[in-house]
């Protein structure tokens, strides 16, 4: 079984609508949660980052963490064509970052 | 700008030769990494370092190798380069101390034939 699992979709949704991404994961230490946008024949770029449980906002996009489900989600309102890309849930069990953990990766189109 | 570089963008070679990615961080970070990323499997940890001359293995280290001389450089050399080992590589870095962020290269797409 993997750590992290992620539905690689591809998805493809129309300007305007409500995005979900998610990802589930099996090792209860993990604390720190991360998503990554890629685009196409570029390095990932960080996202969001969540610590624990809860949620965060940042503009269109909002991270949540649900530790006693180990499952987080990423959530776009609005979504925008700029936004098509690849997604990539991460996790790390401690504060040093130094041990990440990728999920494969969502591909997301947004069509005008 | 500080920023990190990968070279070369992409690579063709042969199987069985040796093969050098560089990698170069211009923010004095004490961490590096490298990851390949295949269809399928996302990105995987090769090798990381804390510092110089700190070295430590990842998830798939087998056939890759690095070297930390100074702080700004990590290359990562395939040994003897197999089919199995195409794949897109990334270099990161991050600094020592609290926060989670990993900032990646542009990338190296490699084909080994």
């Known amino acids: 079984q993997k750590e992290v699992e992620q539905d690689p979709g591809p998805l493809s949704v129309p300007e305007g609508a409500i995005v979900s991404l998610n990802c589930t994961y099996s090792?209860?230490?993990?604390?720190?949660f991360m998503w990554y946008r890629q685009y196409s024949r570029k390095g990932p770029e960080l996202l969001m980052y969540?610590?624990?449980?809860g949620n965060k906002e940042d503009g269109r996009f909002t991270a949540q963490v649900d530790k006693s489900s180990k499952y987080i989600s990423l959530f776009i309102r609005d979504s925008q064509p700029s936004d098509s890309a690849t997604y990539l849930c991460a996790m790390s069990g401690d504060g040093t970052g130094n041990q990440f953990y990728f999920g494969t990766g969502t591909s997301l189109t947004v069509i005008p | 700008d500080a920023e990190i570089t990968q070279s070369p963008r992409h690579k063709i070679t042969e199987t069985g030769r040796q093969v050098t990615l560089a990698c170069h961080q211009t923010?004095?970070?004490?961490?590096m990494f490298w990851y390949r990323q295949d269809l399928g499997h996302g990105l995987r940890l090769i090798h990381y370092s804390y510092g110089v001359q700190d070295t430590n293995k990842g998830e798939v280290s087998d056939g890759y190798s690095v070297s930390r001389s100074n702080t700004e450089d990590l290359p990562l050399t395939l040994e003897s380069a197999a089919s199995s080992q195409t794949s897109v590589y990334f270099c990161?870095?991050?600094?020592?101390?609290?926060?989670?962020?990993?900032?990646f290269g542009p990338g190296t797409r490699l084909t080994v034939l």
């Open positions: 969540t610590y624990s449980s």
């Open positions: 090792n209860s230490a993990f604390q720190y």
């Open positions: 923010w004095n970070h004490n961490n």
């Open positions: 990161a870095s991050r600094p020592s101390g609290s926060g989670n962020e990993q900032f």
